[in-house]
């Protein structure tokens, strides 16, 4: 029903605002969140990642044990993937955010450890700035998974402190030190099992932080699934 509607609203939606590729911003039709050019380069098969961190393999960060379990990703945030995942947060365009949770959702449902998960977490973004922007990213990915997998979205697990400094603005030493403006919404999370989202994993910290902190009220397992993960610039 959740999937349905969200359908009916893009529909209506695409009458006055024509649907457009998060990537190309090429025109495409109201149903799709991306086009197909642009769907063959941002995406990439999940064996590529490591499956605990959410890094490329040859770049697993496993080493620095991350506080979530296990993880989940759809792309690389370089190239068109990039692009969408900016224009997400600039210019209102969710499609990337959705057609990532979309494929997400559809990973989880073949992994029966995953489905078994109680809820699904949005990181959060402070009021003010989420006002200014209207919406989360996290939260779009967090419903456009839902919508398939029928996991719940849990609310107020987490509450982002204000802070000046953008996290995607900063460095490996300055984001662990940052993350710290994340903390316990003061819900009794015992025994649950929970699927924390993000659009990217860059150094990890700031999921490792959220998974931290929903393990600290009570949580046995935390998932990661994020749209996109960063690895390191290629010379030459």
Not at 15 to 36: A, K, S, T
Not at 144 to 168: D, F, L
Not at 189 to 212: N, V
């Amino acid at each position: 029903m959740m999937k349905l509607i969200m359908k009916l609203c893009l529909f209506c939606i695409d009458i006055v605002y024509p649907n457009r590729c998060p990537c190309c911003n090429c025109f495409i039709e109201w149903n799709r969140y991306i086009c197909d050019e642009c769907e063959a380069e941002v995406k990439v098969d999940a064996d590529v990642f490591c499956r605990s961190c959410g890094k490329v393999k040859q770049e697993c960060i496993c080493a620095v044990l991350p506080a979530y379990d296990r993880a989940a990703v759809v792309s690389f945030y370089e190239g068109k993937s990039k692009t969408a995942l900016i224009s997400m947060k600039e210019s209102s365009n969710r499609n990337f955010g959705r057609y990532a949770g979309e494929n997400l959702g559809k990973w989880i449902e073949q992994q029966p450890d995953w489905m078994e998960a109680d809820g699904i977490v949005a990181v959060p973004m402070h009021w003010t700035k989420k006002l200014l922007r209207g919406y989360n990213q996290a939260d779009v990915i967090a419903k456009s998974i839902s919508s398939v997998t029928g996991i719940p979205v849990e609310k107020k697990c987490i509450i982002k402190r204000y802070s000046r400094k953008a996290q995607h603005k900063l460095g490996a030493k300055e984001r662990a030190e940052n993350v710290y403006s994340f903390i316990s919404g003061g819900r009794d999370l015992e025994g649950r099992k929970l699927i924390l989202c993000d659009d990217i994993i860059t150094t990890g910290s700031t999921m490792s932080r959220c998974a931290e902190i929903l393990k600290e009220c009570g949580a046995d397992v935390v998932y990661a699934a994020a749209a996109a993960t960063t690895r390191r610039k290629r010379e030459g």
